[in-house]
Each structure stands twice: as C-alpha cells, then as structure tokens.
C-alpha cells in the first residue's frame, strides 16, 4: 500500500499487461475514525483481496463502501470477495451488470467518516462508468476515462466516443482545477487540467485524420489503421481497428458519412484487424480483459466501406 494523498493510498494489482499498465489501481480513502472506503478492488485475485482486509485490520479501520468505477473485468471482480470479507456494500452505475448492492445515480453521494465521494456519471470508455471525487480535496478517482499513462481505448458497442468527447468536457468544465487524478492505471496526474486538454485534443486530431484519409476515397477500417497508425507497433492494431470504428459510428450517426457493407472475404490481414486470435497478441488470463476492453466478439466481422457524405 503506498500512501499518494493525504487521506488516500494506492493498492495495485498484480496485473500488469499491455491493457492494464503495470496493473489495476486501487484505492483506500481515509474517512477517519477508522471509517475507510475502497474503490476498485480489479480482479478476483485472492492475495490482492487480502491486502485490502489486512491494510484495514493493521490499521484497526474497516471498510464502510466498496466502490466500482466500471464493469470491466480488471476494475469490478474483486469487489465481491472483498464485501464478502468486510460486510461492506458495493456500490456501482445504475447501468452496471455485474454483482452489487447499491447504485449511484450523478451527483449521488458516499460517506465515510469525515468524507464524502460523490459520483459522477461518464460514460464513454463504458457505459457503466462512473467517476468519483474526494469532496474537499477535491481529488477525481477516474477508472479509466483518464489514466497516468497514454490514452484509454473507446471501443463499440460498450465504449461510445461522443459519449467520452461530453465526458471529457465536462470534468474539464467542472474539475479542471482538480487538485489530482487518481486514474485506474498509471501514476498520479497533478496538473488535471492540461492533462483533460490533452485527451480532448488527441480525440480531435485522430478524428481529423480519419476524416482527411476518407477525403481521398471510401476506404475500409484496415486500409484506415495501415495508414493512420502506419508508424505505431502493429500488434495494437486491431485496438486501433477498434477505435477508428468508434469515431466511425459517431460520424455516421451525424450523417457525415456513409457506411457501406461489402460482401467479400475477409484476407488473413484483414481478418487479423477485425477479427483477431487475441491468445497470439496476449496471454489467455489477459485476453479477456482485451475483449471487455475492445468489444471483439459483438459483432461477426465484415468489410465496410466508409465514405465521407458529398
Ligand atoms: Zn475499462
């Protein structure tokens, strides 16, 4: 446990991948008085939900709430083993489809002690996400709508990137002042604002390339990432494949552009974008969390061409 805040520690996972960084934060907020709140507590891993139950003891603290940021199975799993050891509730999105006890709708609060988290709704990475800040402190929990490393993926059907654009705006909005990012992977963030500018901007400007490919032609997603993401480490591809499909359906949706089905064959290339045998790119314990995180397997894969409207 590495204490990064006044009244909040980090307790990392044990899950490091190219999805998840060096693993899952979690963290333990201090309410005082030996009331303490966990968020996050990612995957059903036994000797990471020790951890939690022995910080707690040691300390003679319990825990009052478990909190989840999202349904992804590198945030959620552990919570339930860990209400199991403390009698605590879980508490989750009210879209959230995995174990819980009680839902926070926006603006809804969470005490412990002396403190109070308050739940945002952002959705965008997943539709069941939610952000938390540390009132007084003025500290954001993000999952991973803002992570300490890199970029998040945004990834149909679950991941909506117009969604996660009114997301980013709006913790910039409301928080950018925030005093620091606690995100689900990565170090801390302190300065939050140039951090969400940041994220905005490289929405922006991957949107603007998708847009100025399509202005030489129709093209298909993996003729778009050949180009796009030419100089980028070809086994984030099909996440690339992915994302450009988010930008896509958000575009169609505005009637900037056309989508057209085709009929032909996958190639193998193609298919190794679209339809990807994840056990190649990742471990099998990983590639789980690669499907959640990049929704393969919602849909059969299929060629479409895709043209900016006249
Ligand atoms: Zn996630």
Partial sequence: ??????????????????????GTNGYIVDGGGGAWIAIDPGPD???????????????????????VTHGHPDHYPGAAPLAEATGAPVYAHTAATFPHDRTLADGERVTAGAVALIALDTPG?????????????????TGDVIIGIGTVVIA?????????????????????????????HGPE???????IDEYIAHREKREAEIVA????????????????????????????????????????????????PRNDALTPEERALLDPDLSVI????????????LGF?????RLVDYALTR
């Fill in 1 to 22: 446990m590495v204490a990064v805040g006044p009244r909040v520690s980090r307790l990392r996972a044990p899950n490091p991948s190219p999805m998840t960084l060096d």
């Fill in 45 to 67: 891993d036994p000797a990471h939900i020790a951890a939690f139950v022995t910080a707690a003891h040691d300390a003679g603290a319990r825990f009052e709430a478990i909190l």
């Fill in 125 to 141: 990475h997943a539709r069941d996400h939610l952000v938390y800040v540390l009132e007084g402190e003025r500290a954001l929990f």
């Fill in 156 to 184: 149909p059907p679950n991941g909506d990137m117009r969604a996660y654009q009114r997301t980013l705006h709006r913790l910039r909005d409301g928080y950018g002042d925030a005093s620091v990012i606690y995100g689900g």
């Fill in 189 to 195: 963030i302190h300065d939050a604002r140039a951090k």
């Fill in 213 to 260: 490919a399509l202005a030489h032609g129709p093209a298909t997603i993996p003729a778009m990432v050949e180009t796009i993401y030419r100089d980028i480490d070809r086994r984030l591809w099909p996440a690339a494949a992915r994302q450009i499909l988010a930008y896509l359906i958000a575009l169609e949706r505005e009637g900037r552009v056309t989508a057209t």
């Fill in 282 to 293: 990742v471990s099998e314990r990983h590639a789980a969390i690669v499907r959640a995180e």
């Fill in 297 to 301: 397997g919602a849909e059969p894969p």
